[in-house]
């Protein structure tokens, strides 16, 4: 999660959304630590998320032909260019400070690097600037920066460099939207020619896996220091030692970088030598541009437009394991009422809505956290409190008898969703009918761009809203660095409207943020977890849904999972055929 929202489109409309889920910070009593956006995706047992390749679905529009994969086939050759949509639209900077952005991550992974970045078929860090970290106590962090890489204009990295990139971060006047992550960091330092040295008030066991993110990028110091405020704008532009090059930003239009002839890392050479990102938003010129070749591919294909793109014969559907969580945030009225809130989601046809308004691209999900983010801890035991977790399918005796407990209310309970959105005003839809077969009665509000943006960024939810639709990512795979911001009284829960509040759950999350041992802190998730889901349930989860990406026959090879957002995804595309 992280401030500033992403903007992410879901139907027709352009909407903000992501929050930390791509991109959200805010000050955190417990969690100040994290403030992060972990792994988070499908975890069905009838989708895997370990394939090693991936399948388009069938023109047939069958959900049962969706395979999820981690990759598209690899590629055979290489291209001399390529065009690559990205429709959440223009980049807002470039400079890695400010990249609270989809367009931003999407394009950044190529062109800068970090000390350790997400490979995102593991979703674990693995070297890069850094030949190794090490953590000689817990409160230190030490890296050694690899030597002989160079930045574009032929200068060395030194320490210094990466030093000086990382203390950016943390400095307010330069209105970065990262600085909680480094809450507890009291220096950051250049300990040697190729060494740079962490170190914290208190443990931080997140910080390294949040560095491998958006929030870790190195940049050129004197260069930062010259560009000052301009750095990352169309005309400062940036300076990294990536596999791409930037040659141009022409904002509103297009982006255009090219591949380093002098970049260190061999085994990620690039394959394409140019490539366009155009900035579409629209569904509708996105289709047309897929359809038509404009466009060689995209990630993010929205569901509406799932369908046209299914029975295509230029190109193919790809659907891999995706950070997203869909979810239902209660705010004021009736949703203050625990029975009310478990009442809804137990009558909630997650199934229904995977099916209808996502087009079969979603997996019904159980809590805030799916189990797709298991992957860093110890997935078995994990997986097995999850499936403890009431929601598979609906229970609506269950669920009558918590309205009639709440006493039957015949207040509408009014649904926030982003006007123009087909998913949202779907799912609305859904829970609508579903609310009623439990004498609930629910009205649907369209809310603005502006409203929408208001509720991602915390600032608060409209007066006339009592619970809204909320787009969530996050970035790694661990479980226990995302729900603070959902079940944490405000304000380190800065997205609970409705001020859930429940010490043991705040104690147990705490402590599983500065346990080293994962088993402990994977049993402290799972305390915290029963409580806010199962007794309380502080939030209403909805589905899950998958990564889908589009791309022409001509090109292959790139992740269809994410975080290939924070990695050089673009060197592993190349040409379909020889």
């Given at each position: 999660m992280r401030n500033n929202a992403l903007l992410k489109r879901r139907g027709n409309a352009v909407s903000t959304a992501g929050s930390l889920g791509l991109f959200r910070c805010v000050p955190t009593a417990i969690w100040v630590l994290v403030c992060v956006v972990v792994l988070t995706a499908c975890g069905s047992s009838n989708k895997s998320s370990t394939s090693s390749g991936n399948r388009s679905s069938t023109s047939s529009g069958s959900t049962s032909a969706i395979h999820l994969g981690t990759v598209s086939p690899a590629p055979k050759g290489t291209l001399p260019s390529m065009t690559w949509d990205l429709p959440y639209g223009d980049p807002q900077s470039l400079d890695y400070i400010k990249s609270s952005y989809f367009s931003n991550g999407a394009i950044l992974g190529n062109l800068c690097e970090q000390l350790y970045r997400i490979n995102p078929y593991t979703g674990q860090p693995e070297p890069d600037l850094a030949t190794s970290v090490s953590r000689p106590n817990p409160l230190t962090l030490v890296y050694t920066i690899r030597k002989g890489v160079r930045f574009w204009d032929g200068h060395l990295l030194t320490a210094e460099d990466a030093a000086y990139s990382l203390e950016r971060e943390i400095i307010p006047a330069l209105g970065g939207g990262q600085a909680i992550f480094f809450a507890y960091v009291t220096s950051i330092a250049a300990t040697g020619p190729h060494q740079v040295t962490i170190r914290f008030s208190k443990p931080n066991y997140l910080l390294q896996d949040e560095l491998a993110t958006n929030s870790g990028f190195i940049a050129e110091a004197a260069y930062l220091k010259k560009a000052g405020k301009s750095y990352g704008t169309p005309h400062g532009g940036i300076m990294c030692t990536g596999p791409y090059k930037l040659v141009s930003w022409t904002s509103g239009s297009d982006l255009v970088m090219t591949a380093n002839p002098d970049y260190w890392d061999k085994a990620?050479?690039?394959?394409?030598?140019?490539?366009?990102?155009?900035?579409?938003?629209?569904?509708?010129?996105?289709?047309?541009?897929?359809?038509?070749?404009?466009?060689?591919?995209?990630?993010?294909?929205?569901?509406?437009?799932?369908?046209?793109?299914?029975?295509?014969?230029?190109?193919?559907?790809?659907?891999?394991?995706?950070?997203?969580?869909?979810?239902?945030l209660p705010v004021r009225g009736l949703m203050t009422d625990p029975r009310i809130r478990q009442a809804l989601s137990l009558a909630l046809n997650r199934a229904q809505i995977a099916k209808v308004a996502y087009s079969g691209a979603a997996t019904p999900l159980l809590s805030i956290v799916p189990p797709y983010v298991f992957g860093s801890n110890d997935p078995s035991l994990l997986q097995s409190a999850y499936n403890q977790l009431p929601g598979a399918t609906p229970d609506v005796p269950r669920a009558k008898a918590l309205v009639r407990e709440a006493g039957s209310p015949q207040t509408p309970i009014t649904f926030g969703y982003l006007g123009g959105d087909q998913v949202q005003l779907d799912v609305g839809s859904i829970l609508q009918a579903d609310a009623a077969a439990i004498g609930l009665h629910v009205k649907l509000v369209p809310l603005t761009n502006a409203q929408v943006f208001s509720i991602d960024s915390g600032v608060g939810a409209p007066s006339n809203v009592d619970l809204v639709f909320f787009p969530n990512y996050n970035l790694f795979r661990t479980p226990v660095e995302e729900p603070g911001f959902f079940v944490e009284p405000p304000p380190g829960g800065y997205v609970n409207f409705d001020h859930y509040s429940n010490p043991t759950v705040t104690r147990d999350l705490l402590l599983s943020l500065q346990t080293a041992d994962v088993v402990k802190s994977d049993n402290l998730f799972i305390a915290a977890q029963k409580a806010w889901q199962t007794q309380d349930t502080a939030v209403i989860p909805v589905v899950a849904p998958d990564e889908v990406a589009f791309a022409n026959n001509k090109v292959t090879g790139f992740p269809t999972v994410f975080p290939y957002f924070f990695y050089p995804w673009a060197t592993m595309v190349g040409a379909s055929g020889s």
């Open positions: 990620l050479t690039p394959k394409v030598k140019t490539i366009t990102f155009d900035f579409v938003a629209s569904t509708s010129a996105l289709t047309t541009g897929l359809l038509s070749g404009s466009f060689d591919g995209s990630f993010d294909v929205p569901a509406a437009i799932i369908p046209a793109l299914r029975s295509a014969t230029v190109g193919h559907l790809y659907y891999g394991p995706s950070t997203e969580q869909d979810l239902l």
